[in-house]
Every structure is written in C-alpha cells, then in structure tokens.
T-cell receptor
Framework: KNQVEQSPQSLIILEGKNCTLQ??????????LRWYKQDTGRGPVSLTI?????NTKSNGRYTATLDADTKQSSLHITASQLSDSASYIC?????????????FGGGTRVLVKP | EPEVTQTPSHQVTQMGQEVILRCVPI?????FYWYRQILGQKVEFLVSFYNNEISEKSEIFDDQFSVERPDGSNFTLKIRSTKLEDSAMYFC???????????FGPGTRLTVL
C-alpha cells in the first residue's frame, strides 16, 4: 500500500531559526515528490516538485532534498518567519501508468514564535 | 495570477440532503480533481476528471458522489444524500497535464448536521 509518513507531527521554533522536516514514502512506481504549504482552513500551495533525478530544489527560504534510493525527502526552512506558521505536507505522485495518483502525508504543523 | 476558485466557502446542511460544491478551475487546464480533508486528518483523493469523464476514483468515491462539468468553466461535486461523516473540507484542484503541478482551490467547508 502506498504510504507517506512525515515527522515530526508538529514543532515550535523561534523566529529566525532554521528547521528541517522529514518525509518517508513507499509509493511505487514513483514519479515525483512535492512539498505543499497549507495555511489553516486554506488549500495547499505548492513549494517544490522533484523528480527521480533531482536531489535538491530551492524556493526562496525553502530547500527540499530527495534521496530516491532510501525513499526519503526533507524540507529545510531557513531563517524562519512568523508567516511560515502552517502545515507542510509531503505528497508523492505515482507514474502516469499508475494513474498519477497523489498520496498525501499527514503533514508537519510548524509554529513560529516571535 | 490565475487561480482555482470554489463556492461556497462554507456549506451547512442537514443529514440526508443533497449538496453541490462548485469549482472554477484555471481556464486552460485540462485535468480536474476533488479531494477531501476531514478535520485533523490527511488530504484524501476522491476523483480525477479529464475529457468529460472520470479517469480515476478512490474507494471513498461511492455511488453517493458524482462529478460534472456542466459548462466550459465549472466543475461540480454532488453528494446525493449527505451523512455526518461527509463533514470535511473539500478541495478542488486542476492541472494543465496529468502529472504536472496541481493547483488547489481554497476549499469548501461542508458541515453535515
């Protein structure tokens, strides 16, 4: 069964500090891995998309890594801001042949405190 | 910047009633999706739609659910006889191609009493 597991479930960091979120997946056949930011009561917003051949991708202060061999990804937030408070969801897509189905992780809820 | 819109933002209904959730995908997108998120739980895939027909659906998407693209812009999700456990946020998404980035709408919060 395709699964995406994220850790930690939640974390609190001080404004200006860095943090790293983890994602492990068992989706097969793998197509790409996405990180989304979801503010409370809003739809997910895409941060990064990485395919099998990409090891790292940045979007401003967000940097995602992917190790397709170990089926792990991380999202690093640099110099956190209050507006980074949100849930961060790891989403893995199967290939076109497998219907391009998205499997969502449970998210990591990040709270940035002043 | 184009975006996916959804109406209403919040729908309250009585158990057993029919509801229609509406979405306007990004205009040049060809693939449309519905997801739901029960409070405190993961986002779950419901259905994908392409070329005026369902291309994929999950086990959640049973006979009480249906989708339709009644005109060139709207994409709707109908729940025929709502149950208490249908209470959730329902997100519509669209993408230009299958496998491409999916853009999500703001969601409709459905509350079934």
């Amino acid at each position: 069964k395709n699964q995406v597991e994220q850790s930690p479930q939640s974390l609190i960091i001080l404004e200006g500090k860095n943090c790293t979120l983890q994602c492990n997946y068992t989706v097969s056949p793998f197509s790409n891995l996405r990180w989304y930011k979801q503010d409370t009561g809003r739809g997910p917003v895409s941060l990064t998309i990485m395919t099998f051949s990409e090891n790292t991708k940045s979007n401003g202060r967000y940097t995602a890594t992917l190790d397709a061999d170990t089926k792990q990804s991380s999202l690093h937030i640099t110099a956190s801001q209050l507006s980074d408070s949100a849930s961060y969801i790891c989403v893995v897509s199967a290939t076109r042949a497998a219907g391009n189905k998205l499997t969502f992780g449970g998210g990591t809820r990040v709270l940035v405190k002043p | 910047e184009p975006e996916v819109t959804q109406t209403p933002s919040h729908q309250v209904t009585q158990m057993g009633q029919e509801v229609i959730l509406r979405c306007v995908p990004i205009s040049n997108h060809l693939y449309f999706y519905w997801y739901r998120q029960i409070l405190g739980q993961k986002v779950e895939f419901l259905v994908s739609f392409y070329n005026n027909e369902i291309s994929e659906k999950s086990e959640i998407f049973d006979d009480q659910f249906s989708v339709e693209r009644p005109d060139g812009s709207n994409f709707t999700l109908k729940i025929r006889s709502t149950k208490l456990e249908d209470s959730a946020m329902y997100f519509c998404a669209s993408s230009l191609e299958t496998g491409n980035e999916q853009f999500f709408g703001p969601g409709t919060r459905l509350t079934v009493l």
